[in-house]
């Protein structure tokens, strides 16, 4: 069974640093890519970082901040958030996808259940 399971979430000061942590079951980065999406209320899910076994790709609003990695023998994916700003407050979901790069969340087909990020300034 395909699983996503987001942790890592919570409060940060502006500035600060977080790191988001996603659990992958049922598939591996050999043959899937996962991103990280996050989503304000009353906005759609916004694109922020994708990877798999061969690319990276950062929306250009998070590229110098956000910076996403993998541990594949433990089957995870990482984002770290750094410099972290009050507007950067959001549920944070990951995502799988068949390929890395500018992603909609149309192009996702299974997700996680996602993590609170609030920033405080």
């Known amino acids: 069974e395909v699983e996503l399971v987001e942790s890592g979430g919570g409060l940060a000061q502006a500035g600060g640093s977080l790191k988001l942590s996603c659990a992958l079951s049922?598939?591996?980065?050999?043959?899937?890519?996962v991103a990280w999406f996050r989503q304000v209320p009353g906005k759609e899910k916004e694109d922020l970082a994708c990877?798999?076994?061969?690319?990276?790709h950062y929306a250009d609003f998070v590229k110098g901040r956000f910076t996403i990695s993998a541990d594949n023998d433990r089957n995870m994916v990482y984002l770290q958030m750094d410099n972290l700003k009050s507007e950067d407050t959001a549920v944070y979901y990951c995502?799988?996808?068949?390929?890395?790069?500018?992603?909609?969340?149309?192009?996702?087909?299974?997700w996680g259940k996602g993590t609170q990020v609030t920033v405080s300034s």
């Open positions: 049922g598939f591996t980065l050999d043959d899937y890519a």
């Open positions: 990877i798999s076994k061969t690319d990276i």
């Open positions: 995502a799988r996808a068949n390929y890395c790069g500018p992603l909609s969340q149309n192009d996702m087909d299974h």
